[in-house]
């Protein structure tokens, strides 16, 4: 079965450290992205940052220079390096997959984990 295993959320003071990180497994076919994406109470989902398996990263301007992300292609992983963290950093962050499918048209399927709470403290 497909599973996305998220952990490393919790509680931070402001200017503090969380390493988030995500273990997939189960899928079938190639994973081609892995990343991070949030959603604060009352606004919409955004992207945080992912990584392609080609290595390309994709970081939202609000995280460049604070937020690292990684990943390791060979153990299906992808980990979210959280520094100088703001009180606006705080939401649910979600692990996000991106897969095609082994035959034509080879489709591509987003999945996504359950989410894990990031609280940043004033």
């Known amino acids: 079965q497909v599973q996305l295993v998220e952990s490393g959320g919790g509680l931070v003071q402001a200017g503090g450290s969380l390493r988030l990180s995500c273990a997939a497994s189960?899928?079938?076919?190639?994973?081609?992205?892995m990343g991070w994406y949030r959603q604060a109470p009352g606004k919409e989902r955004e992207l945080v940052a992912k990584v392609s398996s080609g290595g390309s990263t994709n970081i939202a301007d609000s995280v460049k220079g604070r937020f690292t992300i990684s990943r390791d292609n060979a153990k299906n992983t992808v980990d979210l390096q959280m520094n100088s963290l703001k009180p606006e950093d705080t939401a649910v962050y979600y692990c996000?997959?991106?897969?095609?499918?082994?035959?034509?048209?080879?489709?591509?399927?987003?999945?996504w984990g359950q989410g894990t709470q990031v609280t940043v403290s004033s």
């Open positions: 996000n997959v991106v897969r095609v499918g082994l035959s034509i048209p080879f489709e591509y399927f987003d999945y």
């Open positions: 189960g899928f079938i076919g190639s994973i081609v992205a």
